[in-house]
């Protein structure tokens, strides 16, 4: 389980218990009560009567399976399932050029998705709301859902976001700073939504359907427009804090080095981000300057000097960074998940060489490094899996409150 949401999220002791039935359903296809019992470490009739509200409440179902081994005869086995047909969840993520959506039932099965492309990357809070009720509108209308069997909407952005309280501190998408954006999606939009920091879903995402799956200690280190992370610990989610941490991208590599989006001198992502590689491969040009990474790649290949000391320097300064994440965290995995071409040769061995010299040596292999595409459904799906367990809790609450009335 990615994390303890009973003990995150303030529930009383019966309703924390109803909650982490439901993420032990969740975590299997399907369980029988005995064996929630015992996964949970719980009494029978603890398990039964968190069941009895489950079911009532219309989360999970049950379906009979015959007997199972060598007796076939007797009574079916009555296992328990999360009910996909409860609820359906929008997962968004907010990117430059377009909000990706993905529409899932409460299983987490793919209802399909939808791209509303974008004039412009940063707006106001309040125009991106209301973007983003665009969207989702765009997307049921595409998909042929009714908006009002939307139950929950949950978004990915990057930067400083408090997962918790849906506050923004800061965001390259957002023209304002410190945005408590509740109040605006009680304004435009039509169920409970929730915002987390995309690269932490992106992680959620890799834990429950990717590399990450069945791990303990893992990253997961985006790079595209600027460079995120995601961490996982003892399985679970770290956020820091203020909500706030993991921003890999702004940690610093070089002192009043060149400048971040973030107003900052030096952060790694001045070097490595799309926006910085593009921003210095065109220092001086005054025609036929690179607008991406694709560009900068096919100006190497050519011959261009500039383009090739960008990448070459991107690829040092990115293969120090991942050596600093193993000098710090051990972790068992990393993810380098990246939404770019993929570099040709001699880039990709710039940045092993950079991360094997830099790490700190003892008699024992580096961590596995998987690098590969940044899915673009990854975003949207890890911001689903949010949606789903944070609807869970809101959903439990509920049950609660009406089994308190
Ligand atoms: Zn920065």
Request: charged share 20%; with cysteine; glycine share 10%.
């Amino acid at each position: 389980m990615l994390m303890d949401l009973a003990a995150l999220s303030g529930l009383d002791a019966r309703d924390a218990t109803r909650l982490r039935v439901l993420q032990c359903i969740r975590s299997q296809e399907e369980i029988s009560r005995t064996d929630i019992a015992q996964a949970l470490d719980s009494s029978p009739a603890t398990v039964t009567s968190a069941c009895g509200a489950l079911l009532e409440a219309g989360l999970i179902r049950e379906v009979e399976r015959a007997p199972s081994g060598a007796v076939q005869r007797g009574r079916p086995r009555v296992m328990l399932q999360i009910n996909g047909a409860a609820f359906l969840l929008a997962g968004i993520k907010i990117a430059r050029h377009a909000f990706l959506v993905v529409i899932v039932d409460f299983k987490g099965d793919e209802i399909g998705t939808y791209a509303l492309p974008l004039a412009e990357s940063r707006m106001q809070a309040d125009a991106l709301v209301r973007r983003v009720r665009t969207a989702l509108d765009a997307a049921c209308d595409h998909l042929g859902v009714d908006v009002a069997q939307i139950a929950g909407i949950a978004l990915g952005m990057p930067g400083f976001i408090n997962g918790q309280t849906g506050f923004m501190h800061w965001s390259s998408s957002v023209i304002e700073r410190n945005v408590d954006f509740v109040p605006l999606f009680q304004v435009h939009l039509p169920c409970p939504t929730f915002l987390d920091n995309d690269a932490n879903l992106v992680a959620k995402a890799e834990h429950l359907f990717g590399a990450g799956r069945g791990l303990r200690n893992f990253l997961v280190v985006t790079v595209e427009h600027g460079v995120g992370m995601g961490i996982v610990l003892d399985g679970k989610l770290y956020r820091g804090e203020r909500g706030c941490g993991a921003e890999l991208g702004h940690s610093k590599v070089h002192i009043d080095g060149a400048v971040c989006q973030c107003g900052q001198r030096g952060c790694l992502e001045a070097y490595v981000g799309d926006y910085a590689m593009v921003r210095d491969a065109s220092t001086g040009r005054q025609t036929d300057a690179p607008t991406s990474i694709a560009e900068i790649l096919a100006m190497a290949r050519a011959g261009d000097a500039l383009a090739h000391q960008v990448l070459e320097r991107a690829s040092e300064i990115l293969g120090v960074a991942l050596a600093n994440l193993v000098n710090l965290f051990d972790p068992e995995h990393i993810v380098l998940a990246r939404s770019r071409p993929e570099l040709d040769p001699p880039y990709p061995d710039i940045m092993l060489d950079a991360l094997r010299r830099n790490t700190v040596q003892v008699d024992a292999p580096l961590p596995g490094l998987t690098v590969r595409n940044l899915d673009k459904s990854m975003w949207a799906k890890g911001a689903a899996a949010h949606g789903i367990e944070m609807l869970s809790i809101l959903k439990v609450r509920e049950r609660g409150a009406v089994d308190a009335a």
